[in-house]
């Protein structure tokens, strides 16, 4: 059973190319493409116009049938991408940080217990790992001193080398 794309589609071609230029870069640009194309006439099916798409042929009917349930809006409207919302809070995430910069954190399991212990968070280590990157935080912790180290005895050491320098 062949279906008039050009009777079903509201739009004209031009409105759609129009669109499509408006959704160019975008995820929905092919979806409004498939539409143009079934419009004008340059494929006369699904398959034909996944084909010139690159899409699969399963894809195009599942377009199709938002188009076809919600119109034009329904085909741009194009959900985020899957995947949980984060456990964390902005409370629990401005704690930790501060936590972070006071430096009584220092490992990722360090922050990984105090979530657990401060909010009832878990996290995996990778989760905590993946956190952080998504963030944009790294954990900045001071050089490592030894437990015997004596800060004068190095003050004294750097200021007699730089005068022999």
């Not at 699904?46 to 042929?57: F, H, N, P």
Request: net charge positive.
């Amino acid at each position: 059973m062949w279906i008039d794309y050009s009777m079903r589609i509201s739009e004209t071609a031009d409105e759609l190319r129009g669109r499509e230029r408006a959704v160019r870069g975008q995820r929905a640009a092919d979806r409004v493409k498939l539409l143009r194309l079934l419009k004008s006439g340059a494929a006369r099916s699904l398959r034909q116009a996944a084909a010139m798409l690159g899409d699969s042929e399963r894809q195009a009917p599942r377009w199709w049938g938002c188009y076809a349930s919600g119109g034009l809006p329904a085909v741009l409207a194009v959900g985020r991408p899957g995947g949980s919302q984060e456990r964390i809070t902005p409370e629990a995430w401005a704690d930790l940080s501060g936590q972070m910069r006071a430096g009584a954190i220092g490992r990722l399991k360090d922050a990984q217990a105090y979530l657990q212990e401060q909010w009832g968070i878990s996290y995996c280590l990778d989760g905590i790992s993946k956190l952080f990157i998504r963030r944009k935080t790294k954990l900045k912790t001071g050089r490592p001193r030894h437990r015997e180290a004596d800060a004068a005895a190095q003050a004294a050491f750097k200021t007699s080398v730089r005068r022999h320098a």
